[in-house]
């Protein structure tokens, strides 16, 4: 095989590795365990944080979603009692 022929093999490689990079990330696929909108078993709960949030749904299921990665043991009531909590302390620091 050629110097040429090897360089090219090798970009077609690279190419390709890259193509399935960028389709990993934009088939959106999540880590196991972490449910995408979880719901708590008390609606005020839900409230309560949207209301923090201005209505941000999308701000409450990531802060939601974090929650679940860092303690994945814990129902989804406390998860959504943690961000409450989390927020309230840091806006008062």
Same mark, same amino acid.
């Given at each position: 095989? &050629? #110097? %040429? %022929?090897? =360089?090219? !093999?090798? #970009?077609?490689?690279?190419?390709?590795?890259?193509w399935l990079q960028r389709h990993h990330f934009r088939t959106g696929r999540r880590s196991k365990g972490v449910s995408r909108n979880i719901k708590p078993?008390? +609606?005020?709960?839900?409230?309560?944080?949207? /209301?923090?949030?201005? #209505?941000?749904? !999308? &701000? =409450? @299921? *990531?802060?939601? @979603? @974090? !929650? @679940?990665?860092? $303690? +994945?043991? /814990? !129902? %989804?009531?406390?998860?959504?009692? /943690?961000?409450? $909590?989390?927020?309230? *302390?840091?806006?008062?620091?």
């Amino acid at each position: 095989m &050629t #110097g %040429a %022929a090897i =360089a090219i !093999s090798l #970009g077609c490689c690279l190419l390709l590795f890259a193509w399935l990079q960028r389709h990993h990330f934009r088939t959106g696929r999540r880590s196991k365990g972490v449910s995408r909108n979880i719901k708590p078993q008390h +609606p005020q709960l839900e409230r309560k944080l949207l /209301k923090l949030l201005g #209505g941000n749904q !999308s &701000t =409450a @299921q *990531r802060l939601i @979603q @974090q !929650s @679940q990665r860092r $303690y +994945p043991d /814990k !129902s %989804a009531d406390w998860h959504w009692e /943690k961000a409450i $909590y989390d927020l309230e *302390r840091d806006r008062w620091r």
